[in-house]
């Protein structure tokens, strides 16, 4: 089958790989129709997420169809069209049974943060993704949900990923009625994290990023007020400045290990490899909330050590939250919203590539060329 392969930092082209068998009694084998490219793919990309071998397939953003089911699979079906949430969950163990289930204790044993991803290194358990023609899924009961009949493909990919972790970015901020919400980041998590802070009662929203056709999307979508970080002096000021000198409620990250805005943390994190990336978003959050207030991890930063202001954290008697979002556990509310028109998530959509060129597409991504927000790959099979 045609598949996306990882060939070192900034390389990625299209190959043949054999297709995926069922393993195990619970697997399934999909046939993909859509996979989105992620912010969290461009960490593997820029090769900074440790043990990302070579001929690893990313992709953890997926719709198919079931093609094939294991012996042990008993609510799927072959045929059913399915949305494959990007945390592979045992449903069993005891953080499955807490509904953390991207914090699965099976899916990737060796590990004891967070659990299994599709296409994500062996940190994330080695796993293939679905950046390809066919992915395996193994606990197939668990995680792949069959798309409503009324659903959008494109709405169904987003629901993967992006929808539910930016809705579980405002909920872990813990919003009051009138709260002032700052987000950090306007990539897809971003924007989404900024459109769901109003669902839980935000009275004001503002998003903090340097790349202008972003800010404008978000502007529109979420709406909210949107600032280029570059062209406001010291962010952390301005942010004061703005809400009275007291800081923001709550400040979400939605940017992770590869922030750029800060010469130390580029230089320390990014060029000279001395701490886990450049954890600049997160700085700025513990030091523009307000004291008593709570920050709300989405941004992905790996297992080495990063520096941040932990002294502030403690004088300012800040709350931190984080996960990698439980998209099972946020599914059955989100479709909800989906078809109620309360969320529109496709309309992050803006580029639809074949997989064929699956190397242009992590350049237009990463690069943020052409005015690129989400990035969708489609094999072959889907576009004929
Ligand atoms: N926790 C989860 O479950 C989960 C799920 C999906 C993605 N993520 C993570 O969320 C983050 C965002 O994902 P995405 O798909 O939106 O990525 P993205 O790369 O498209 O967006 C990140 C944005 O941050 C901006 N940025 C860079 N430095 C900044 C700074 N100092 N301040 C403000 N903005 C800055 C960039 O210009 C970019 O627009 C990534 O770290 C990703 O790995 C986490
Ligand atoms: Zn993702
Ligand atoms: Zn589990």
């Not at 924007?191 to 802070?197: E, K, L, Q, T, V």
């Not at 004291?291 to 080495?304: A, C, D, E, F, R």
């Not at 109620?340 to 580029?351: E, S, V």
């Amino acid at each position: 089958m045609l598949a996306m392969n990882y060939r070192g930092p900034l390389r990625v082209r299209i190959d043949h790989k054999p297709e995926p068998q069922i393993e195990h009694p619970q697997d399934a084998v999909v046939r993909v129709t859509r996979s989105c490219i992620c912010g969290s793919d461009l960490h593997l990309y820029n090769g900074s997420v440790p043990d990302t071998r070579p001929g690893m397939t990313f992709g953890h953003e997926v719709t198919g169809v079931v093609e094939e089911v294991g012996p042990g699979v008993e609510k799927l079906k072959v045929g059913d069209q399915v949305l494959v949430p990007f945390n592979i969950a045992c449903g069993k163990c005891v953080f499955c049974q807490q509904e953390l289930y991207g914090n699965c204790h099976e899916s990737n044993s060796q590990a004891t943060a967070v659990g299994g991803i599709f296409g994500y290194s062996h940190t994330a358990g080695g796993y293939d993704g679905g950046q390809a023609e066919y992915v395996r899924v193994p606990y197939a009961d668990v995680g792949p949900t069959v798309i409503p009949e009324n659903m959008d493909p494109d709405d169904a990919v987003m629901l993967t990923d992006v929808v539910p972790t930016g809705y579980q970015a405002a909920e872990m901020g813990g919003i009051q009625p009138g709260d002032t919400v700052v987000v950090f980041g306007a990539g897809p998590v971003g924007i989404m994290a900024a459109r769901c802070a109003w669902l839980f009662g935000a009275g004001r929203v503002i998003v903090i990023d340097e790349v202008d056709y972003r800010l404008e999307f978000v502007r529109n979508y979420a709406p909210c007020e949107a600032y280029n970080f570059r062209e406001l002096g010291d962010v952390v000021v301005f942010l004061k400045r703005t809400t009275d000198w007291m800081g923001a409620d709550v400040v979400i990250d939605a940017v992770g290990a590869e922030a750029s805005g800060r010469v130390m943390q580029t230089l320390l994190g990014r060029k000279l490899l001395m701490q886990g990336g450049s954890a600049t978003a997160l700085h700025w959050a513990i030091n523009s909330v307000k004291k008593g207030g709570i920050v709300s991890i989405v941004g992905v930063y790996g297992p080495i050590d990063t520096l941040v202001p932990i002294g502030n954290v403690v004088n300012k008697g800040l709350t931190i939250r984080g996960n990698q979002a439980s998209v099972k556990r946020l599914l059955p509310r989100l479709i909800e919203h989906v078809q109620n028109g309360i969320l529109d998530p496709k309309a992050l959509i803006t580029h639809r590539i074949p997989l064929e060129e699956v190397s242009d597409a992590y350049r237009i991504f990463s690069a943020k060329l052409d005015n690129c927000i989400k990035p969708v790959l489609l094999p072959p099979s889907a576009r004929s």
